[in-house]
């Protein structure tokens, strides 16, 4: 998972606006490197960030958040009602849909979100042709199909559907490594973290033009200050998490893997997939395009929730024919709200069950 993008699409923020801006990155305010796996670090401090399940519960409907990241985290005090304590990639699909069905037939959510590594995993670790992703994509087919055949079978079709990717994924060819290459000296910049399709560094006192200049040697990148970035991306805007020089590659240049995501998203390769179905959306419709930022706007529609008012990013202009007609009139949650268990109160961490 590109962690930056999963949280513009739960958040309705660009990266430079929720400040994830990487899998894993150093914050010059806390002097800390964040990561997936540190990610209490205070990255949640900022009172106009909040994912979907939070307005949710703030607005009466209750969420279960099924090995997302960031799941387990308090944002302005309150988590969902149910959700993990710890992201895992060994639970199976099929088990996470279990109990996903089950909280649905049970009325104790509105809202699930299910998170699955296939295949995203396979395509970094063996490039997005290989063998191994054509499988996991096999899998992931299977998977989708009983899902929809629990939802048939156990909800009466009663239930709306979105099923997402965060990224695209291109093969790499070209593995760049600045430090061993000696481009730059890990001794002239303070402590970044680099890797993936775009990285950034900030240089010590005085050592500013010896990186600029290095990092400006490696073939097929493009270097920027921060400052001349270009604003398309939403980058470089959370200053104390970008470096202060940025370094593009082209698309086929990486740290660190066999596939990757993350450039340009222009590109073919880099785009997502977006598939709906259920009661609130319109039959055999194919849309262009919508941005990550266009799904929160989505799933607020169909929960009849009020949007994070901080949260600007994104819009309804260009997809309103993605929902039936009814829903001008009368907006429907995935369950109502009043057929719910009004005793069901209490948090629930799954990995405890």
């Known amino acids: 998972m590109g962690y930056n993008e999963a949280t513009s699409l739960w958040t309705r923020m660009y990266q430079e606006d ?3 801006i990487h899998n894993r990155f150093f914050d010059t305010s806390i002097k800390k490197n964040v990561s997936l796996d540190t990610r209490d670090e205070g990255q949640w401090s900022d009172p106009k960030v909040e994912p979907i399940w ?14 997302w990241p960031a799941a387990q985290n308090m944002f302005h005090g309150i988590r969902p009602i149910i959700y993990n304590a710890l992201y895992s990639d060994a639970i199976p699909m099929r088990e996470k849909i279990d109990n996903a069905i089950s909280y649905f037939r049970e009325n104790l959510v509105q809202l699930a979100m299910l998170y699955h590594s296939e295949p995203d995993q396979q395509g970094h670790w063996y490039g997005p042709d290989s063998i191994e992703t054509r499988e996991a994509l096999f899998r992931l087919d299977d998977d989708i199909d009983y899902l929809l055949n629990k939802v048939k079978n156990e909800l009466n079709n009663d239930l709306n559907i979105i099923v997402l ?4 994924m291109t093969n790499i060819t070209q593995l760049i490594q ?3 290459e000696g481009y730059i000296n890990r001794s002239a910049v303070e402590d970044n973290i680099l890797d993936g399709p775009i990285f950034s560094v900030t240089p010590r006192a005085g050592q500013f033009q010896q990186v600029f200049d290095g990092l400006r040697r490696i073939p097929g990148v493009i270097v920027y200050k921060r400052e001349d970035f270009p604003e398309q991306y939403h980058y470089s805007k959370a200053t104390s998490r970008v470096g202060e020089i940025i370094v593009v590659p082209n698309n086929e240049g990486v740290l660190f893997s066999q596939g990757n995501h993350g450039y340009d998203n222009t ?5 997502a997939i977006f598939m709906a179905q259920g009661p609130d959306f319109s039959q055999d419709l ?5 941005k990550n930022v266009d799904v929160y706007h989505i799933a607020c529609k169909i929960l009849n ?3 994070n008012p901080y949260a600007t990013a994104g819009s309804l202009n260009n997809l309103t024919g993605i929902f039936r007609s009814r829903m001008n009139k009368c907006s429907q949650s995935f369950i109502n709200i009043e057929k719910t268990k009004q005793n069901v109160n209490s948090r ?5 069950i």
Do not use: C, W
């Open 286 to 290: 194919e849309i262009y395009s919508l």
């Open 178 to 180: 600045p430090f061993r």
């Open 165 to 168: 990717s965060d990224h695209g």
């Open 348 to 352: 629930i961490n799954i990995d405890q």
């Open 305 to 307: 929730l009020k949007p």
């Open 54 to 67: 939070i307005t949710a519960t703030k607005q009466n409907k209750r969420s279960a958040v099924i090995y």
């Open 267 to 271: 590109l073919p390769s880099m785009q």
């Open 18 to 20: 929720h400040g994830i």
